[in-house]
T-cell receptor, first 112, second 111 residues
Framework: EAQVTQNPRYLITVTGKKLTVTCSQN?????MSWYRQDPGLGLRQIYY???????DKGDVPEGYKVSRKEKRNFPLILESPSPNQTSLYFC???????????FGNGTRLTVT | DAKTTQPPSMDCAEGRAANLPCNHS???????VYWYRQIHSQGPQYIIH???NNETNEMASLIITEDRKSSTLILPHATLRDTAVYYC????????????FGSGTKLNVKP
């Protein structure tokens, strides 16, 4: 089944403890992206990648890192999480820019 | 990319057509109109997109006005499972980095 898989679905952590949220797609998509969703702010793009080893900042990249070493994987790294990064995170992919986005089921992160 | 304006919420009776409007008065000639929906806190789901012609697929129909400044998503026979937040987005084709979701319209389908 074609899908975007995020892990974990839920994560509770403490301030400053490095964490990684994984994202994998099995559709051979070139484009992948991370979003965060907060009440009243909608979905905001964090980082995106147009292909392997090509990444760029979205609208809210501060405090996050990403890597794209393989086409299928696009992990989101929080080196030193802070409470303001408590949010619902979505990974998405698309074949190319003229294709619809496919979203994962989300990761709910709580930083205390 | 142009921004969109949608009503915050709408109600629809089960079995009736749901017509969700979207205003995109600053849309430019190379921007497509996309519709997504989000059920509870699941990942947004693609519904349909179009440039200037009306489009139809198994989920919905998209009607774009001749001047392209507004559009309507039509769910022909709404069910309770169609209760969701619907997002109208305009986006330049092949513009990878910008995809503004806005606040969307909460559609409440009632029995």
């Amino acid at each position: 089944e074609a899908q975007v898989t995020q892990n974990p679905r839920y994560l509770i952590t403490v301030t400053g403890k490095k964490l990684t949220v994984t994202c994998s797609q099995n559709m051979n998509h070139e484009y992948m992206s991370w979003y965060r969703q907060d009440p009243g702010l909608g979905l905001r793009q964090i980082y995106y990648s147009m292909n392997v080893e090509v990444t760029d900042k979205g609208d809210v990249p501060e405090g996050y890192k990403v890597s794209r070493k393989e086409k299928r994987n696009f992990p989101l790294i929080l080196e030193s999480p802070s409470p303001n990064q408590t949010s619902l995170y979505f990974c998405a992919s698309s074949l190319r820019g003229n294709s619809p986005l496919h979203f994962g089921n989300g990761t709910r992160l709580t930083v205390t | 990319d142009a921004k969109t304006t949608q009503p915050p919420s709408m109600d629809c009776a089960e079995g009736r057509a749901a017509n969700l409007p979207c205003n995109h008065s600053t849309i430019s000639g190379n921007e497509y109109v996309y519709w997504y929906r989000q059920i509870h806190s699941q990942g947004p789901q693609y519904i349909i997109h179009g440039l200037k012609n009306n489009e139809t697929n198994e989920m919905a129909s998209l009607i774009i006005t001749e001047d392209r400044k507004s559009s309507t998503l039509i769910l022909p026979h709404a069910t309770l499972r169609d209760t969701a937040v619907y997002y109208c987005i305009v986006r330049v084709r092949n513009n990878f980095n910008k995809f503004y979701f806005g606040s969307g319209t909460k559609l409440n389908v009632k029995p």
